[in-house]
């Protein structure tokens, strides 16, 4: 999936706004330890991150928002994030899920 972001000038001072998507790969989908991974990766930068699967939203470093969205295999879940470090995060996330969240069976 491709970064989509949204930067702002200097003199607006409006926060970068980057959007991009994965596909959950885990056979048993955003269980517990994909989950918390997900929420420690997500919780070493400080924009402010969110997750969309169908018509939910969630707040990337909440656990319990995470297993909420009960995202199985093969669900595409959008990421979006605001701030300056915006850019590095989504693509930190995208890898980590690429990695299938350093989970191995």
Not at 42 to 68: H, P
Not at 71 to 91: L, M, R, S, T
Request: aromatic share 6%.
């Amino acid at each position: 999936m491709s970064l989509v972001i949204h930067s702002s000038s200097k003199k607006s001072r409006k926060p970068t706004r980057v959007k991009s998507a994965f596909v959950v790969g885990n056979d048993k989908g955003l269980h517990t330890r994909p989950s918390t991974e997900l929420v420690k990766c997500a919780a070493a930068f400080k924009a402010d991150i969110r997750l969309t699967y169908q018509k939910s939203q969630v707040n990337a470093k909440s656990l319990l928002g995470i297993l909420m969205l009960a995202a199985a295999k093969g669900a595409k879940i959008w990421v979006e994030a605001v701030g300056e470090d915006a850019a590095d995060a989504v693509e930190t996330i995208v890898t980590l899920a690429r990695n299938n969240f350093n989970i191995k069976y």
